[in-house]
């Protein structure tokens, strides 16, 4: 092959491998918009497209919405409006017609193993993406392993499953013997693997990059996984070759098969390709274009509900100033506890920002080897923040940890299983008792493992030395910024962020604070509230001017979203704060956290009532080694609101909303709203998909069943059962009830922001990815004017009253 065909080749490697979305680890698991590599195009487009090669469904079937129609809960007039819109058919007949018709499924893109499948025998599709899959989890093994993988870094992905497969006496039963002797023929660079597999494949230059992609989506968990290594290098400047490796994996794999794949096989397969490409797909676009107008109009119906309750009007001011002011996190679970919070406490106002507080910062502890990211993983870390505590806590933290794992290690070792089983046995009833009736306290999180509740109470989040005090000055003005602060501040400000309390759950951390990295809030609480009390920093902004009260003090929390406890992090005898109010804002605390548990337990289990019997069920929820719904998360996210928190203070939102505080007069130069619409709106924008497309696609955008899942590596992800491709995406226990019923409806995200539209043109088309979701309708971006009143964007520059 010429130079100027491998560059062909490399080229056509890279795009389809940037179609992938990335996974993270399940220690720092973050929800991630499945679609984000196709967010370039439009989104019926990605639809049709997805649906016709891989088979991979991104809309709603249509009997669903007429099923919504039925029911009333759609109307007629909706979809007519979204059809008008979008520039479809208007004629009232013609779409309860289409309602009315069996979906017709495209012709999809077929791979030759499916071909090669028969009736009776194990199946060689399944094989290869099992034979890939306990490669790449024996390879990537992250110390769950008692047997390590001997492989070879220096050598690469594919050149280490070359050395495994040669060594691989899986294949003779399933007849593919021959394939080792080609196998090892084979050159063990990457580069002219790939070459040689596209030639032996010689898919039409029409099919090619399709071919490529459901290749590689047959194997889309790892490939995910493989995307969130290159993710990462890129972040640090450099590269990663492994998802191109697994991508040549794939062709070789399917290359190998071509050998020795019977004749007649051959001969359909490539049939089935030449069909394909030649097959009309004017109905297939024509029907995603119209399964689009059915989601609009859904979301029509749902933006009329928010529009409804949106206050026109500020309520009248009164002259007595704020005692207290309490920062959440957007997420939307914080909603209900903000909104009880005020009701019990008037004097109390809330503010909505990202959990990470506006500093970009990553936090190692004392032992660790590296620093894990504590702020959007769309962003790089900027500050450095360490551990700080005793020595002796320290010490005794390593110890226990030490000893535990010396005995797992010791229980779970060849030479001690058996007897291990035998002799001990009977000594675990106890615990396993323990476990059911949920005795014990929730699994314990990374930070707090080894330690008693004094000993974390020590615990410290301190600066880098290394800052200047006028940059501590600058980071502490950015975050008052943020938080709207900039007159105004009461005596004592709460910092609260977020994480949850569950047991045997493999996915915690996806109920911990996304804007954190998949970490609690803990420490970014920590860290600006030590930020802002600073003495130096305090006297700095004085001097700058700012109406500070010597006396404000700002003070960390934690908000457990599973049993909606806030905790006051640390203990406070400091002389500045006003002990009296912080006992009345503890039980303000404690009031709201009943009245939340009692909203949110019309969810779970609507038959419970009584707040002790709530609170003790959320608590036991937490603990039980059998619940697979703790609590729902963020199920049925729909909207994100940046406004002044008058607009929605008593507005019912039903935990569906990430309300983000912002006052466009406190933003001069727009930094804060620049900030807000380019960091926590992707993340709003990746929960919102990744709940999409797990409900829309669970077989390839979720991970299955809960109950089934094995933890691969240690922390690298699930499979669902014992084999099978890595499970990415949400389970079907986070998004349906017992019942079977959704409990997130499928909607993609509506932004509600106040600020001047030629402002937000300004933002959207300076920010490349921003301007992707928003021109591709991957979200709707909607102003509040300052009357109150609407305005969608449907088009660059092109605002339109709704």
Not at 446 to 474: K, V
């Amino acid at each position: 092959m010429n130079t100027s065909n491998t560059e062909n080749t490399e080229q056509l490697f890279d795009r389809v491998i940037r179609r992938i979305a990335p996974v993270w680890p399940l220690d720092s698991f973050v929800a991630v918009n499945p679609y984000w590599g196709f967010a370039d195009q439009a989104f019926s487009q990605v639809a049709a497209q997805l649906q016709e090669t891989v088979g991979e469904r991104v809309l709603m079937d249509r009997r669903w919405y007429a099923d919504l129609l039925q029911s009333g809960k759609l109307v007629m007039a909706d979809i007519l409006r979204a059809a008008e819109d979008l520039g479809q058919s208007t004629d009232e007949d013609d779409w309860r017609a289409y309602l009315r018709e069996d979906p017709e499924l495209p012709m999809r893109l077929p791979r030759l193993p499916e071909l090669m499948d028969r009736r009776g025998h194990t199946s060689i599709s399944q094989y290869v993406v099992e034979q890939i899959s306990h490669f790449l989890a024996a390879y990537y093994d992250r110390g769950q392993s008692l047997w390590n993988f001997p492989r070879n870094t220096g050598l690469g992905l594919y050149a280490n499953w070359r050395q495994y497969t040669l060594t691989d006496h899986s294949l003779g039963p399933l007849g593919l013997k021959k394939i080792r002797s080609q196998l090892l023929a084979l050159p063990a660079d990457a580069a002219k693997a790939r070459i040689w597999a596209s030639q032996k494949l010689a898919i039409p230059t029409s099919a090619e990059e399709a071919y490529l992609l459901v290749l590689l989506k047959s194997v889309g968990g790892w490939a995910s996984w493989c995307r969130y290594l290159l993710w990462q290098a890129e972040l640090q400047g450099g590269q990663q070759e492994d998802l191109a490796d697994l991508l040549t994996i794939r062709m070789v794999w399917e290359a190998l098969l071509r050998q020795v794949a019977p004749p007649k096989v051959v001969e359909r397969w490539r049939k089935n390709i030449g069909g394909w490409i030649i097959d009309n797909k004017t109905a297939d676009i024509a029907d995603a274009e119209r399964g689009e107008v059915l989601l609009r109009a859904s979301e029509i119906a749902y933006r009329r509900e928010v529009a409804t309750q949106i206050r026109r009007k500020p309520a009248k001011k009164t002259a007595r100033k704020a005692q207290v002011q309490a920062a959440f996190c957007i997420d939307v679970r914080s909603e209900v506890f903000r909104r009880h919070l005020e009701g019990v406490l008037p004097s109390l106002e809330t503010i909505g920002f990202a959990g990470f507080f506006g500093v970009l910062l990553d936090y190692q502890r004392q032992g660790d080897t590296g620093a894990r990211t504590q702020s959007p993983v769309l962003l790089n870390p900027s500050v450095h923040v360490q551990e700080a505590a005793p020595e002796a806590v320290i010490q005794n933290r390593f110890r226990r940890l030490r000893r535990g794992a010396a005995w797992k290690l010791f229980k779970l070792s060849a030479s001690s299983c058996f007897s291990f089983v035998e002799t001990a046995g009977l000594s675990y009833v106890g615990k396993l008792l323990a476990d059911s009736l949920g005795w014990h306290r929730a699994s314990v999180p990374p930070d707090e493992a080894g330690l008693n509740a004094a000993e974390r109470a020590s615990l410290q989040c301190i600066l880098p030395a290394s800052l200047t005090l006028q940059e501590r000055t600058a980071m502490a003005e950015f975050i008052l910024n943020g938080l709207g602060l900039n007159k105004g501040i009461a005596p004592i400000v709460l910092l609260v962020g977020h994480g949850s309390s569950t047991t045997n759950n493999p996915h915690r951390a996806g109920l911990d604070c996304g804007a954190c990295a998949g970490q609690t809030g803990e420490v970014n609480a920590k860290a600006a509230a030590g930020l802002l009390n600073d003495v130096e920093v305090r006297e700095a902004l004085l001097q700058k001017g700012w109406d500070l009260d010597p006396g404000a003090c700002f003070v960390p929390a934690l908000h457990d979203t599973t049993t909606d406890r806030v905790e006051i992090l640390g203990e406070w005898s400091n002389s500045r704060l006003d002990n009296k109010l912080l006992n009345e804002v503890r039980g303000a605390l404690d009031k709201a956290a009943n009245l939340t548990r009692l909203e949110r337990m019309l969810r779970l289990e609507t038959d419970l009532q009584d707040q002790d019997v709530v609170a003790k069920n959320m608590d036991f929820r937490g603990r039980d080694w059998s619940q697979v719904r703790p609590e729902w998360a963020l199920a049925g996210n729909a909207a994100f609101i940046a406004a002044p928190r008058w607009r929605t203070r008593e507005m019912n939102l039903g935990g569906r909303a990430f309300l983000h505080d912002y006052d466009a007069a406190k933003d001069p130069d727009f930094a804060v709203l620049t900030l807000i619409m380019t960091a926590p709106l992707i993340v709003a924008n990746w929960i919102n998909m990744q709940y999409y497309g797990s409900i829309v696609d669970n077989q390839r955008q979720g991970c299955g069943n809960k109950v089934l899942h094995n933890v691969v590596g240690g922390t690298i992800g699930v499979l669902e059962g014992n084999g099978g491709d890595l499970r990415i995406g949400l389970s079907e226990q986070s998004l349906r009830d017992s019942g079977g019923g959704l409990q997130h409806e499928p909607l993609r995200l509506s932004a509600f922001i106040e600020a001047q539209t030629e402002v937000m043109d300004r933002i959207i088309a300076n920010n490349i990815i921003l301007g992707q979701l928003v021109n591709n309708r991957w979200l709707t971006i909607v102003q509040i004017a300052p009357d109150g009143s609407l305005l969608e964007r449907r088009e660059k520059n092109r605002w339109v009253l709704i």
